[in-house]
């Protein structure tokens, strides 16, 4: 078996979740109608929240704005909302259990990954921020008339934050966390198939000090998310999603002039050279695709080998594909867990239709696992099928590798280079100067050398082309939430 991170830990009992209600000034609040959320891993309800209405997202938007401009937060020295955040954070790591059985529970995450994955990282997170936020300074600016000039750094005011199904914890808080460090208020809507773990951490938030109005939280769909977009109130929208709602969000943002960050699809090549250490560079092709059941942006679901390691590579990926465990997010030592609900498993299986209908040769998986009315789809890795097939073009977001062969470095970055997209890549070499050159010539926001996935809250990630544009993590996101002020006072 390759090298594949399995984090394998304790089995964790599946959590009973009360109705979720809105978070709106710091009150919880029953809404008008309801959605239901599902147990991705039975196909079964888990609970119900709350499908806010236009007015509901209207109160909430309200509530941050009189919170940004009548309260505190705002106006807070940068080391005091860092003392609030460095709580979140404690809160984050005590309360663990708690949201590692929420998240998977709703997501299908496997226990054992969404702990040090999706659970840890989130409170890595707002203690960076919480750092970060003290380094709110300006500038003194020397100019040659009689005045003092300096600039100050504010925040933007009440910031709309747009979350996808796949993260829910990780992309809110990648939102959240820079935003409330900058000094602005928030309203968050989390994707309607995962919200919980949204609820649970507007719990945690106020339970750390941060001010009624400051976080409010409003589940529900489409007609949430274009109300806050819409809301002349909200002075900018953070959004993580598809690059097709990505574009209908700027489009409706740019017509009110409204900042925008999109962080949208993805559609990764993985570039196997014939140089590469090939144990680990297979233990990190399977990493990047199983992964959260591929449902990644920054997945590998493309792979490019050397040619002369072609047929060598796709014997080892039929025989370890098939040993990685897949099944209960809830055993310690699952893997891979169920799509995270029916939508994207029956899409995810259309496009393995479509791969069989152009010729594409299925050496591993391609079928649905029945296993507790769940949502699992064995890793599926498809050889021989052309550049140009929507298979290859297009972001498929669940466990599918396809594989390719390439002849020299130009050609790989041509394949490589060859789709819409561009937020991720990587390349497995053990050449130095070609892991320099390629990193160089690879269009995409963030390129992985010999790993995939490295991630930290200091380095800035993001897309170019069609997967957005704008960055999350390290001191870009937290520039981003700010507008710099400046100040020229007359010394006459
Ligand atoms: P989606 O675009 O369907 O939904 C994203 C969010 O937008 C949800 O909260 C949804 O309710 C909301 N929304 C839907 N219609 C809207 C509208 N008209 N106005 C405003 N908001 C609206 O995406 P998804 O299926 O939840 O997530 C998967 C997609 O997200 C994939 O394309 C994936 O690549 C992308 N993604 C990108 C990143 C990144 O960092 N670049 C990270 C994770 C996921």
Redesign the pocket.
Same mark, same amino acid.
């Given at each position: 078996m390759t090298a594949v991170d399995t984090h394998a830990g304790p089995a964790v009992r599946r959590p009973q979740v009360d109705p979720g209600k809105l978070f709106i000034g710091g009150q919880w609040r029953e809404g008008a109608q309801h959605c239901e959320v599902i147990d991705p891993s039975t196909g079964s309800v888990i609970t119900t929240v709350v499908d806010a209405t236009e007015d509901e997202v209207s109160d909430a938007v309200l509530a941050a704005r009189t919170a940004f401009d009548n309260g505190q937060w705002a106006r807070l020295p940068g080391r005091e909302r860092g003392r609030v955040l460095n709580r979140v954070a404690e809160l984050v790591r005590r309360r663990a259990d708690d949201l590692v059985a929420v998240e998977s529970l709703d997501v299908g995450k496997p226990v054992a990954l969404c702990r040090p994955v999706d659970v840890m990282t989130t409170a890595d997170q707002y203690e960076y921020y919480a750092a970060l936020a003290q380094s709110m300074d300006g500038a003194v600016r020397d100019i040659p008339i009689n005045a003092h000039a300096y600039t100050r750094r504010e925040p933007l005011g009440v910031v709309g934050a !747009?979350? %996808? @199904?796949?993260?829910p914890l990780i992309?809110s808080t990648?939102k959240i966390a820079p935003a409330l460090a900058a000094g602005n208020a928030v309203v968050h809507? %989390?994707? %309607?198939?995962t919200p919980l773990s949204a609820l649970l951490m507007a719990e945690i938030l106020a339970e750390a000090g941060v001010p009624d109005g400051v976080v409010n939280v409003v589940t529900?769909?489409?007609r949430?998310?274009?109300a806050?977009?819409r809301d002349p109130r909200v002075d900018k929208i953070a @959004?993580?999603?598809?690059?097709? !709602? #990505?574009k209908?969000?700027a489009q $409706?943002a740019g017509a009110a002039l409204k900042p925008v960050t $999109?962080? $949208?699809? #993805?559609n990764a090549a993985h570039v196997v050279f014939e140089d590469a250490d090939l144990h680990k560079a297979i233990g990190a092709v399977i990493k990047a695709f199983v992964f959260n059941s591929g /449902? @990644?942006?920054?997945a590998g679901p493309r792979l490019l080998v050397a040619e002369p390691l072609y047929d060598t590579v796709l014997g080892i990926l039929a025989d370890a594909v098939s040993g990685v465990p897949i099944g209960d997010p809830f055993d310690g030592t699952t893997v891979i867990g169920p799509m995270a609900g029916e939508r /994207?498993l029956a899409k995810v299986l259309a496009y393995i239709e479509q791969a069989r209908a152009e010729g594409g040769r299925v050496i591993a998986g391609g079928e649905r696992l029945d296993l507790n009315g769940g949502f699992y789809l064995r890793p599926t890795v498809i050889a021989g099928l052309p550049a140009e097939s929507r298979v290859i073009q297009e972001?498929i977001?669940g466990p599918v590798l396809t594989v390719q062969s390439f002849s020299d470095e130009d050609e790989a970055i041509a394949l490589a280079n060859g789709t819409p997209y561009g $937020?991720a890549a990587g390349l497995q070499t053990e050449n130095l100067a070609r892991a320099h050159r390629v990193a160089a010539r690879l269009r995409a926001g963030i390129v992985w050398v010999n790993d995939w996935a490295m991630l930290d809250p200091a380095v800035p @990630?993001? #897309?170019v082309k069609q997967?957005?544009f704008g960055r999350?993590y390290g001191p870009e996101a937290l520039a981003s939430y700010t507008t710099t002020k400046s100040v020229v006072i007359s010394l006459d």
């Open positions: !747009i979350t %996808p @199904f796949n993260f992309l990648t809507k %989390p994707a %309607p198939d529900g769909g489409a949430a998310g274009e806050l977009v @959004f993580t999603g598809s690059t097709a !709602i #990505g209908h969000t $409706l $999109l962080e $949208l699809g #993805g /449902q @990644f942006c920054m /994207q972001e977001f $937020l @990630f993001g #897309g997967s957005g999350e």
